[in-house]
């Protein structure tokens, strides 16, 4: 071959050796969007790796998230991980070869995901964190966040404590079912809560352990409670609406009225939560809003569209109590 064409086909091949490289180090730096080339229809192919189906909370937010995804005209690739933490790892690497253009991630606990974020970093394939947050110094593993403030809502719980039950002079006694270990609305549901109570040291929580976010477990740890302390049980504090529920009927099998007997606080504001209510079984829930899958494709599509868009974004919530249970209950979404 001549120099010269040995030159030219030299330069060429370098010259796309750089741009595929280009091409692979896709950023998923944060906010600003890399306008990704997703083909000219717009459609992208989205990973959904989902905690679970654990409670009704879950079930709903699952379909808002299908439901927004598919109605955008997207392609939903889903993945339900049984809220373990290694299904996630595998689903999350699944997507990466699958060569998705985005996925969406609610990881069962805090930790332990840098080795695959980093991945899907690698990949260029943009990770938006929904409902839970991970526990990660590198935030530009992900591109935004978008559910609810778990502190917050323990200290909504631990707020409407403290005033429904100023006028008390003894101590209290609270017994608190905690959510899944490492999960962060655990962790936060239980820093907010306590965060208020210390400034009320009548309030004492005496016993805590996990029903990891279920009926079945809330039931059979509000049983062992009951077991250990049942007459001087004032207060349960539910870190989700499905364990208060199991816990109202290990309550009722004890023989002690809940609602009245014992104090039952939930997070969640689900139906379940809202017929409790009305039935005077349980006197507050504090909302956790599920219904964000329409918010979350829009963030997913102005990252596309190179938009700038927030870190974090907080879903709107509120608090619920038993006297409002029976003309809201008609009008819950979920
Ligand atoms: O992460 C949100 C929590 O997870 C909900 O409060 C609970 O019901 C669910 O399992």
Not at 287 to 300: A, H, K, R, S, T
């Amino acid at each position: 071959m001549k120099s010269g064409l040995k030159l030219i086909i030299f330069t060429l091949l370098t010259l796309m050796v750089l741009l595929s490289a280009c091409n692979s180090s896709n950023e998923v730096d944060g906010a600003k969007g890399n306008s990704k080339d997703n083909g000219s229809d717009g459609k992208l192919v989205i990973g959904f790796s989902q905690v679970g189906a654990e409670s009704e909370w879950r079930t709903a937010n699952t379909k808002s998230i299908q439901d927004a995804i598919k109605n955008a005209g997207h392609e939903l690739q889903f993945s339900d991980a049984q809220q373990r933490q290694e299904n996630q790892i595998s689903a999350i690497r699944s997507f990466i070869s699958q060569g998705v253009d985005a996925i969406v991630f609610s990881p069962v606990v805090e930790t332990g995901f840098e080795t695959v974020l980093q991945e899907a970093k690698d990949a260029g394939i943009p990770v938006f964190l929904a409902d839970r947050s991970v526990d990660i110094d590198d935030d530009s593993l992900w591109v935004t966040f978008i559910g609810s403030n778990f502190v917050e809502e323990g200290r909504n719980a631990a707020r409407w404590l403290v005033d429904e039950m100023s006028d008390y002079d003894g101590d209290v006694s609270i017994v608190e079912l905690q959510g899944t270990v490492g999960s962060a609305p655990a962790i936060d549901r239980k820093k907010g809560f306590e965060e208020i109570i210390a400034d009320h040291p009548k309030f004492k929580i005496t016993q805590s352990q996990t029903g990891n976010f279920t009926r079945t477990e809330g039931q059979e740890v509000m049983e062992s409670f009951l077991r250990s302390d049942g007459e001087n049980i004032d207060v349960l504090y539910a870190h989700n609406d499905d364990m208060a529920i199991g816990a109202i009927q290990a309550i009722e099998e004890y023989g002690l009225k809940p609602g009245e007997d014992v104090i039952v606080i939930g997070v969640d504001a689900v139906r379940g939560a809202f017929e409790a209510m009305v039935e005077g079984k349980m006197n507050v829930t504090v909302e956790c809003n599920p219904m964000f899958g329409p918010q979350l494709v829009d963030l997913i599509e102005d990252y596309f569209a190179g938009k700038e868009i927030p870190k974090r974004v907080d879903v709107e919530e509120d608090v619920y109590t038993m006297d409002q249970a029976a003309d809201l209950i008609d009008s819950r979404e979920y």
